[in-house]
């Protein structure tokens, strides 16, 4: 078996990591997402008339399913604007495709890793683990997975979700992969889900916790998690405000100003929440590129300076993605 160590898997095979360049850590390319919604009663094409209401919360199944025709213009673009990598989180139960990502990646230039070991209704941790480790050691059809995720919200208290859990921290152990998890319901749970990774020998610095935008606010839960040694993935950016979201950009943005402050600017990873049709550039929103183009420029304004800016947009991820050495 080949070692990782020190390289970054992509769906083309191993790379030096700093061929990456900008890296946003946590987008959908091919994907399929009306297998965890509720039955939707709107089938009809995603057209300009139904933008605003799509954007606003309205569900529509077109919506939620991107092509590869859908998104290489975006992924054109993204490279445009100085991007050079994106990591596809897309879970098997979501459509993901590998060989049309590694297509992807070929014609349009930008570099693409791909997530594995996202869906597991009840699966044995042996057997989880084990799959986890041959997608990114012989791939799928060829195609390796270079991260371990995005694994969604677990409750340790559910014996399924602790199963996964005990997988994805074995696996991680077993490989020196990274691992993208998202953020449990409460800053305690989360804690305690890095305490059985920690307890099962994975390393935390491998670890990204996504979906904290929700914690932008909460300033000292963020360091807290940060303190840990864990990565802090902000990937709901370049989404349009409504009544309904919370926080917005602004506040994200300054929360990534306070991480620095606190001294963890290493530790701030950044995405655009591209997963629906109306994501994308073409269709009225932000795009793969919205992290260059238009947070980038804001952090600038409000007071970044470049080597925060580099950190935050290149060092982090291609520190997060490159493999360390396997453990058993």
């Known amino acids: 078996m080949t070692s990782l160590t020190g390289r970054v898997v992509t769906v083309a095979g191993p790379i030096d990591p700093p061929d990456l360049g900008h890296t946003v850590t946590s987008v959908h390319l091919v994907s399929d997402m009306n297998g965890a919604a509720t039955v939707i009663a709107d089938k009809a094409p995603v057209t300009i008339d139904r933008l605003g209401a799509l954007a ?40 993901r495709r590998p060989d049309e990502l590694a297509r992807l990646a070929e014609t349009t230039g930008v570099t ?65 992969a990274p691992v993208l998890i998202d953020r449990a319901a409460t800053p305690t749970a989360t804690h305690a889900l890095l305490d059985l990774f ?79 049709k109306i994501d994308l550039k073409a269709f009225g929103g932000g795009g793969y590129g919205f992290v260059a183009q238009q947070l980038v420029p804001y952090l600038r304004f409000t007071g970044a300076d470049d080597a925060l800016l580099d950190s935050i947009t290149a060092a982090n991820p291609r520190r997060w993605l490159t493999f360390t050495e396997g453990r058993g």
């Not at 309205?58 to 490279?79: G, H, I």
């Not at 990114?136 to 995720?149: L, Q, R, S």
């Not at 989404?239 to 943005?253: F, H, T, W």
């Open 112 to 176: 693409v890793i791909m997530g594995c070991g996202g869906h597991a209704p009840d699966r044995a941790p042996e057997a989880l683990a084990d799959e986890i480790v041959r997608e990114i050691h012989e791939g799928v059809n060829g195609v390796p997975a270079g991260v371990i995720g995005e694994i969604p919200t677990l409750d340790l208290d559910r014996p399924a979700d602790r199963a996964v859990a005990t997988a994805v921290a074995d696996a991680a152990r077993r490989t020196g």
């Open 56 to 95: 606003l919360g309205a569900q529509n199944e077109d919506d939620l399913r991107l092509s590869a025709e859908d998104v290489r213009s975006d992924l054109a673009d993204f490279a445009a604007q100085g991007g050079g990598a994106v990591v596809d989180v897309t879970g098997v139960d979501q459509g």
């Open 198 to 276: 920690a307890e099962r020998g994975a390393d935390l610095g491998r670890i990204a916790v996504g979906h904290c935008d929700d914690l932008a606010t909460d300033l000292d839960a963020l360091a807290a998690l940060a303190d840990r040694g864990v990565f802090v993935q902000f990937d709901g950016l370049g989404r349009l405000s409504s009544v309904y979201r919370e926080i917005d950009d602004q506040d994200v943005a300054a929360a990534v100003l306070d991480l620095a402050g606190r001294g963890h600017a290493d530790r701030i990873l950044l995405s655009p929440n591209v997963s629906r």
